[in-house]
């Protein structure tokens, strides 16, 4: 069975494959970035402090989250939609980096909070970044088909990823997780980011013929 014929299957139509095959990749890239900085995030931060500490963790998380979402939503009415989602992916990257340079050259325990943290704010970036892009990509119904699918690419990365972690500490040990999530997040195809531009542009185009043609239509109507 070739991948037209297994997407087929699946429910996707023909003219979507590429569609379909970059926001899975996509998806799947994301989950490597959330599934390697979590699992070492978590270790560093347990190694560090133990679980006594994890209910400040989770005090912290609920404040800089909706904190988060708030600047997000401000730079969402300044800046474009291609520019808010480049940046959220590149802070993101930004974030993992920094966060391994961190542990690489202190012991200090904010670092380790740092690290602890950084599985909700990927998550938090990396979700509004993907899913506002794939609204963009997708129309209504291939939204409702296709997003069960892209979706589950996360999960396979995950299930994946978790059994072959003690693979890939024993290589090149817990720290170096975040390069792995580095590289995930990294190594998408941001292009599509641009191609979100042109495709809400050409929306709202649509959007402007549809609504002048029902406007002209009911103004016939009411003529005749």
């Known amino acids: 069975m070739n991948f037209k014929a297994f997407t087929s299957a699946l429910g996707v139509k023909d003219g979507e494959g590429r569609l379909f095959a970059d926001l899975l990749l996509l998806n799947m890239l994301i989950g490597v970035a959330r599934n390697f900085a979590w699992t070492v995030g978590a270790a560093l931060f347990l190694e560090r402090f133990g679980a006594a500490y994890q209910p400040y963790l989770f005090l912290l998380n609920s404040v800089l989250i909706p904190t988060l979402a708030a600047i997000y939503l401000r730079m969402e009415k300044r800046l474009t939609f291609r520019a808010l989602t480049i940046g959220s992916f590149v802070v993101v990257l930004t974030y993992i980096v920094a966060t391994r340079l961190l542990v690489m050259s202190t012991n200090a325990g904010w670092v380790a909070f740092m690290a602890g943290m ?106 005749a």
């Open 118 to 223: 950084s599985f909700d704010v990927i998550f938090f970036l990396t979700g509004m970044g993907y899913w506002a892009l794939a609204g963009m990509l997708c129309d209504v119904r291939q939204s409702k088909r296709l997003f069960p699918l892209i979706g589950s690419g996360e999960w396979i990365v995950m299930v994946v990823g978790g059994f072959a972690t003690p693979w890939i500490v024993s290589l090149i040990g817990t720290a170096n997780l975040f390069w792995v999530a580095a590289a995930g997040m990294g190594g998408g195809d941001w292009s599509r980011v641009a191609d979100s531009d042109s495709q809400s542009e050409a929306r709202r185009c649509h959007k402007t013929v549809d609504g002048g043609r029902r406007h002209a239509t009911q103004a016939n109507r009411n003529d």
